[in-house]
């Protein structure tokens, strides 16, 4: 019977939520902002882990942004003091280095969602009156 997890998967896992938490209380760089760690995709040979984060700000921001920048350099830059508290919170023999990256997903998704507004406007995909006779018309 196979595992549903690899082990890779459950380091993974366990890193992101040190690595929020850590973040969160440890690092006390003012460019860090308010990060949050969406993903954690560590190597099957535990060599690294890339770590996606996303910032909490009011404006749309890309890769490029200044903002993002600063925030990716502190974080890359504490990267080794957050490698050794969360090697000794996670008591592994094999801490992976770890590499921070802009998630770009939000965004996009955030993109998608416009388009599809576009497209079909705010009414909904199905008119209450429909949904309601064809509930009318199963319980009779």
């Known amino acids: 019977m ?3 997890f690899s082990r890779v998967d459950r380091i993974g896992d366990q890193m992101q939520r040190e690595l929020a938490q850590l973040i969160q209380r440890e690092v006390k760089d003012p460019r860090v902002g308010m990060v949050t760690v969406n993903a954690v995709k560590v190597s099957r040979d535990l060599g690294y882990a890339d770590i996606y984060v996303s910032l909490l700000s009011t404006e749309e921001l890309t890769e490029e942004s200044p903002e993002v920048k600063e925030s990716l350099a ?5 990267s080794g003091f957050l490698r050794g508290q969360v090697g000794r919170a996670m008591k592994l023999r094999v801490m992976p280095h770890l590499r921070f990256h802009f998630d770009t997903l939000q965004g996009y998704s955030r993109r998608m ?3 599809i507004r576009e497209a079909v406007g705010d009414k909904p995909a199905v008119s209450r009156d429909e949904g309601d006779s064809d509930d009318s018309e199963r319980d009779a």
């Open 113 to 115: 969602d416009n388009l």
């Open 74 to 78: 502190a974080l890359n830059k504490a």
């Open 2 to 4: 196979p595992r549903e």
